[in-house]
Structures are given as C-alpha cells and as structure tokens.
C-alpha cells in the first residue's frame, strides 16, 4: 500500500499569501495519477488538480501543482477567503487508492 | 448537468447490513469508472472501492474486502455498495464519485454525490 503523508497539517496564513502544502508518497508515483482534492466543511471533496500539474475545469489560476515521484506539491498563490478548507492528495495508480491525511489552510 | 444522488444511508446495529444506491445523470454512466469514498465524522477521506466502466476490474480497501461487494447497472445509471458485517468503524458518510483514467489523465472523483450518512451502532 503507498501511504501519503501530507505536511504541514494546518496552515495558518493571511489574505494574499502564498500558501504551499506538500504530499510525500511512500514509494514513486506517476504524476499521471496523483490528484489534489479540496473539501469544505458539509460538502463533498472538489477536484482541484489532476496529473499533479493540471488544473480540473473551472478551478481558478492560483492553484497550481508541481513535483513527481515521491514528492508533489499545491500551491496556492495568493490566498482569498473561500480558500479556506482541508486539502488532501490522492494517489489513483496503485490499489487500494489511498489518500493523504489532510492539511487544513486556515486564512487569518 | 452531472448528477450524483447517494442513498440507502440509515442506522444500522453491527453486525447488519446495508445497500447503498448511487444515481447518476447527466453523463454516459457506462463510459466511466466509479469509486465509492467515505468520510468518518471529523476524519479525513478514505477510498472504499472502485468499479471498472465494464464491471470489471473491481479493487476494494483492506478494510472492506470481503464485507462490502461494488456493482453497477449500467441501464440503470446506478452504482451500488453492498455492505455486509458492519461494524462501529465503518460509520462515515459514503460518496460516490465519477473517476476518469485515459489518455495521462487519472482520478477517482471529478463529480461527487452529496453522501449518504452511514451510522453502525446499537
């Protein structure tokens, strides 16, 4: 089973910062299948990013994704309020499809 | 407009079990894999099980294998989750997503229903 660690597992960050949140794989992963979802509280994950660096339809410009092999990125660029939420990466290439445990951004 | 609407969720005393229903709308069901992920309450996401577009493969999670039994009916629309021999863990709200994997592109969850809420307990 590949495990994900995700760090740091909250961000506390201020409006307009740049937030940056790390997925670690416990073995390499192609970047085809690693995915970053966002959920808010009462509602079902969104699709943020898909094939680590590829933005799902309607997400806007400020999140972007990066890295391959064990380690995988999410960047938020400048953080607006309805950016708070949990944040987890999920690995869709080797069953069982594991996710992260969640890093949960905070806006000051 | 893509639709995911999960039900079948109830109280249910451990040990018994429970059919969950997922119907979809708004795309070609039969074209694309499903998963079914659930959420314990004030937990992170766990992936339960994933279906093929055909019905074939099927990949369940340690820790529903051999208790829960995914299946579809693709002249239906729907999406199914047999849960058998609950237990206290398996209380969580169960979505269901629509997954995608062709062409560079992979992921379990493009559309999510709301999620049904499950809860194993006497």
């Known amino acids: 089973e590949i495990v994900l660690t995700q760090s740091p597992g909250t961000l506390s960050l201020s409006l307009g910062e740049r937030a940056t949140l790390s997925c670690r794989a416990s073995?390499?992963?192609?970047?085809?299948?690693l995915a970053w979802y966002q959920q808010k509280p009462g509602q079902a994950p969104r699709l943020l990013i898909y094939?680590?660096?590829s933005r799902a339809t309607g997400i806007p410009d400020r999140f972007s994704g990066s890295g391959s092999g064990t380690d995988f990125t999410l960047t938020i660029s400048r953080l607006e309020p309805e950016d708070s939420a949990v944040y987890f990466c999920?690995?869709?290439?080797?069953?069982?499809?594991?996710f992260g445990p969640g890093t949960k951004v905070d806006i000051k | 407009e893509v639709q995911l609407v999960e039900s079948g969720g109830s109280l249910v005393q451990p040990g018994g079990s429970l059919r969950l229903s997922c119907a979809a709308s708004?795309?070609?069901?039969?074209?694309?894999?499903m998963n079914w992920v659930r959420q314990a309450p004030g937990k992170g996401l766990e992936w339960v099980s994933y279906?093929?577009?055909?019905?074939?493969?099927?990949y369940y999670a340690d820790s529903v294998k051999g208790r829960f039994t995914i299946s579809r009916d693709n002249a239906k629309n729907s999406l199914y989750l047999q849960m058998n021999s609950l237990r206290a863990e398996d209380t969580a709200v169960y979505f269901c997503?629509?997954?995608?994997?062709?062409?560079?592109?992979?992921?379990?969850?493009?559309?999510w229903g709301q999620g049904t809420l499950v809860t194993v307990s006497s």
């Open positions: 279906i093929s577009s055909s019905g074939s493969p099927i």
């Open positions: 094939g680590a660096s």
């Open positions: 997503a629509k997954g995608y994997c062709s062409g560079g592109s992979c992921y379990a969850g493009d559309y």
């Open positions: 708004g795309f070609t069901f039969s074209n694309y894999e």
């Open positions: 073995q390499s992963i192609s970047s085809t299948y």
């Open positions: 999920q690995q869709y290439g080797n069953s069982p499809f594991t």
